[in-house]
């Protein structure tokens, strides 16, 4: 196991555009995050999933967010729509129900022009 | 409300020379404290938690209550710790799930 990774890791869009990011958590992990950081602000929490269920979804999360785990292992982040306020670092991460922290992967970089 | 505030953006000292990096928070409640790292060009990492009470290449952090802070601590940097430095918080509000984190110090050890 590669630890968590993420894909593409970078991503540049017109306005406009949609875009779906994918995250593959470490395989034994049955909770996954996605956190959104931009340029001098530390990660904050988008939404995630216990399982394949989505728990809990921050309100940073616009109707053109959506996030899916259909068989509760990888995950995508689709944003519809996409507009320039959307640029940032999409992070995803995961962990063990009750485990020491989590384990990031190295982010998704969106760019939209 | 959670929040995390790290006061310094930048905390520059020379190699050997100790170093204290500023954590406060705001919770009502018994929160869970951490601290993350991101070296260059790598990704985000624990660097430790509260309720473990390790050392961490050097590094501690306690837990003040009372001061309502976490600031974490080295008694002699080293060049490799130049990184950037996050404090996040958790807790029963969040259900012990998500993580509020702080904006981030970046710590640059000169030789």
């Known amino acids: 196991d590669t630890g968590v990774s993420q894909d593409p890791r970078h991503k540049i869009t017109k306005r406009g555009q949609n875009v779906t990011f994918r995250c593959d958590p470490i395989s034994e992990h049955n909770r996954l995050y996605w956190y959104r950081q931009t340029l001098g602000q530390g990660p904050e929490f988008l939404t995630y999933f216990q399982n394949e269920a989505q728990l809990e979804k921050s309100r940073l999360l616009s109707d053109r967010f959506s996030a899916e785990r259909p068989k509760g292992s990888f995950s995508t982040l689709e944003i519809q729509r996409t507009e320039q306020g959307d640029s940032a670092m999409y992070l995803c991460?995961?962990?063990?129900?009750?485990?020491?922290?989590?384990?990031f992967g190295s982010g998704t970089r969106l760019t939209v022009v | 409300a959670q929040r995390v505030t790290q006061p310094e953006k930048l905390l520059s000292v020379f190699k050997g020379a100790p170093v204290e990096l500023k954590c406060n928070y705001s919770?009502?409640?018994?929160?869970?404290l951490f601290w993350y790292v991101q070296y260059s060009r790598q990704r985000l990492q624990l660097l430790l938690r509260h309720i473990s009470r390790e050392s961490i290449k050097g590094f501690t952090a306690d837990l003040n209550k009372g001061e309502t802070s976490f600031h974490l601590k080295k008694p002699f940097a080293q060049e490799e710790d130049s990184a950037m430095y996050y404090c996040a918080l958790s807790g029963m509000n969040t259900g012990f799930q998500k993580l509020v984190f702080g904006t981030g110090t970046r710590l640059l050890v000169s030789p």
């Open positions: 991460a995961s962990s063990l129900l009750g485990g020491d922290g989590y384990t």
């Open positions: 919770y009502s409640g018994s929160p869970e």
